[in-house]
């Protein structure tokens, strides 16, 4: 059966899920897991049906803690339930996790993973959340992509089912929650397929009613609690082969196969980097591009990290290799080691020891860490990592992507080492919050993959700030899958929406040469060049850049719409790129407008769609020069007497250099 590629984020992946395969859904808000109970809110306040043919009952709760108590709640009535949610909310939850887990009750709680506030709160992604519950006694299912988020959303229900094991299924927050992508969106059929009807049943039969009394949940003394605890031994030992079957049947169903621990590379390999998560696919495809070139690289994407199955992971990896660097996104002060780090020593000494590894000779194991908090972490990266344990006394607990002046942990990276394809159309805008350019690009990536066979990726950074802070906009589109979650460092087009921006950032130096620039400019296309500042007109003519210009703000103002540019940018990019016809453009933005809006009333719509119509007439090429003459004047971030505090690590924040700080 043929399924529709529809663009999803990853959060609208697994309420599409979600939504579908419960009954009861309790929710608390917290970034940046929110929009996945909003979205499951909105589908029930529409009376949409979940496939048995009822609308789930949404409920918010007072705090994460109450969403997770009302979960027991309706679980131990046999409900099908399921909750959202991340950071700190998670570990709200874990009191009640326990109850779940020791109860032997099934759930998913899907987990948009983000960091737990340390020496800072941080809104961003990580495994720091998910870590924090390996005791609970809950399966860990990790997703790496958008597509996965959505087919593991349903693998994990299908196992928690059969297993009676509750599930976490994971993904990282911002980096695949709030990407979008389009995929193979999954059909009630689908889902109806996976879920086996007898363990549907089961979970009912399970529920306490009076018509079935059954003792649960007692106080236990030291005479019987510890023979209790290991009770659910055999349940735990069976889960990871439930896994595989349900991970095979969706197979069966979608034609997409998926493992427990899944093996990509070089059947020789020499090196294996072993990863959870959307990191997976940044070394997967660091490896392709290395091996093409003549390495024996390999990458395992773990994909169930609870229960840990040592059997399957050592059988994954091929026998000829000689070392192994296990990445966590994730740090844990003081321990021997990071959790996935700890567990894959572990497996391989057991291995070896019990005798049933293959490899050829006992392999090196070195752990390192990347990407807290949101960090990049790029095929750059990646190739230090493989470079690292080729060596014969590689560092072990490293970390890669920052500069560690400190202690000396962190691993030298060329930023300049690329693997990106050259058939993928690549393009950057730079916006203010709230000026509606990130809600205009995720209507322009939607736009191109429903009106072309392009896979498509749009990705948008913003501060906590969010409101009045810069913005930045990247989007991938291309004729082959897209395995880049990673910003965009080499733009075709480059697009900046206010004119201020110019003489703060240096956004130009992530436009490739012979690239596009549209600026949003307070000047007409015959003075707009003695505007620019300098560094900006010797990077256009030392780049040979085309150069755009439109006054949006002119044209906002003269429609009514005041500060918002949005789809005055956004027209000007499809007719500049020529992406796709400019006609089915057009029209798609009216139609993305008339969506938007609509509920504003019939001005507000008419006003954006005569901007569109002014835009397309408003587009004008400035003339560049052929040499740059005169000097390169660079005004300062801060004053020269501001403290060194400021000037040395303030000022490279305010430049968006904040990355570079040791």
């Not at 191109?448 to 930045?472: H, L």
């Amino acid at each position: 059966m043929k399924r529709k590629m529809v663009p999803h984020s990853g959060n609208s992946a697994v309420s599409h899920v979600a939504h579908a395969t419960n009954e009861v859904i309790a929710i608390y808000p917290i970034t940046p897991s929110s929009d996945m109970g909003e979205i499951a809110d909105a589908k029930s306040a529409r009376g949409e049906k979940n496939i048995w043919g009822t609308t789930p009952l949404v409920v918010e709760l007072q705090s994460e803690g109450g969403a997770s108590g009302a979960v027991h709640g309706a679980l131990t009535t046999g409900a099908l339930t399921t909750t959202f949610t991340a950071s700190q909310g998670l570990l709200l939850m874990i009191p009640n996790m326990y109850k779940i887990a020791g109860e032997l009750t099934p759930t998913v709680f899907h987990i948009a993973a983000r960091a737990i506030a340390c020496q800072a709160l941080s809104i961003f992604g990580d495994h720091s959340d998910v870590m924090a519950t390996r005791a609970t006694g809950w399966g860990l299912l990790s997703s790496g992509s958008i597509q996965e988020a959505m087919d593991f959303a349903l693998i994990s229900q299908a196992a928690t089912l059969e297993a009676r094991i509750p599930f976490l299924h994971f993904f990282e927050g911002f980096r695949i929650s709030h990407e979008i992508q389009k995929i193979e969106e999954l059909t009630f059929d689908d889902m109806r397929a996976m879920l086996d009807k007898k363990f549907i049943h089961a979970h009912r039969e399970w529920g306490m009613s009076p018509e079935r009394p059954v003792l649960r949940g007692t106080s236990q003394n030291p005479d019987v609690f510890f023979q209790g605890r290991e009770s659910v031994n055999r349940y735990y030992l069976e889960c990871s082969g439930i896994v595989r079957k349900a991970m095979d049947r969706f197979a069966s169903i979608t034609g997409r196969q998926y493992k427990i621990f899944e093996y990509l590379g070089a059947e020789d390999a020499d090196r294996v980097v072993i990863i959870m998560g959307s990191g997976g696919e940044t070394v997967e495809e660091t490896v392709e591009y290395l091996n093409g070139k003549g390495e024996k690289l390999g990458v395992i994407k773990v994909r169930l990290f609870r229960p840990f199955d040592t059997r399957a992971f050592i059988d994954a990896l091929p026998p000829t290799v000689r070392a192994i660097a296990v990445l966590d996104r994730t740090k844990e002060p003081g321990s021997p080691g990071e959790p996935l780090y700890e567990d894959v020593r572990t497996a391989v000494g057991e291995a070896v020891q019990e005798g049933y590894a293959r490899f050829e000779g006992y392999p090196n194991v070195v752990g390192g860490r990347y990407g807290l908090g949101s960090a990049e972490f790029t095929p750059a990266m990646v190739k230090a990592v493989f470079d690292n344990i080729a060596k014969d006394d590689p560092r072990n607990h490293f970390t890669v992507g920052i500069i560690d002046d400190v202690t000396d942990t962190s691993l030298e990276h060329d930023p300049c080492f690329s693997v990106e394809r050259e058939d993928t159309y690549r393009a950057m805008f730079y916006g203010l919050g709230a000026d509606g350019t990130v809600g205009a690009n995720k209507n322009s990536i939607k736009i191109i993959g429903e009106r072309t066979d392009n896979y498509t990726q749009g990705y948008f950074v913003y501060d906590s700030k969010k409101a009045g802070a810069v913005t930045v906009s990247h989007l991938r589109f291309g004729k082959h899958r897209i395995k880049s979650p990673y910003l965009i460092s080499t733009a075709d087009f480059l697009a900046c929406h206010n004119f201020s921006f110019l003489e703060k950032y240096d956004m130009l130096k992530n436009i490739a040469e012979g690239g596009t620039f549209l600026l949003n400019s307070l000047h007409g296309e015959d003075e707009v060049w003695e505007h620019l500042p300098s560094r900006v007109r010797k990077q256009i003519i030392d780049k040979k850049l085309r150069v755009y210009i439109i006054e949006a703000g002119k044209i906002a103002k003269e429609v009514g719409l005041r500060e918002r540019i949005n789809v005055i940018m956004q027209t000007a990019f499809f007719k500049i790129s020529g992406v796709i016809d400019e006609k089915v453009a057009v029209d798609a933005i009216k139609e993305a407008v008339q969506k938007t809006y609509g509920k504003k009333g019939k001005k507000i719509v008419d006003m954006n769609i005569q901007a569109v119509d002014r835009a397309l007439s408003m587009i004008k090429e400035v003339k560049v020069p052929e040499k740059f003459t005169g000097k390169v004047v660079e005004k300062p971030t801060v004053p020269p007497d501001a403290p060194e505090f400021v000037r040395e690590t303030t000022a490279k924040i305010i430049r968006g250099e904040g990355d570079k700080i040791k």
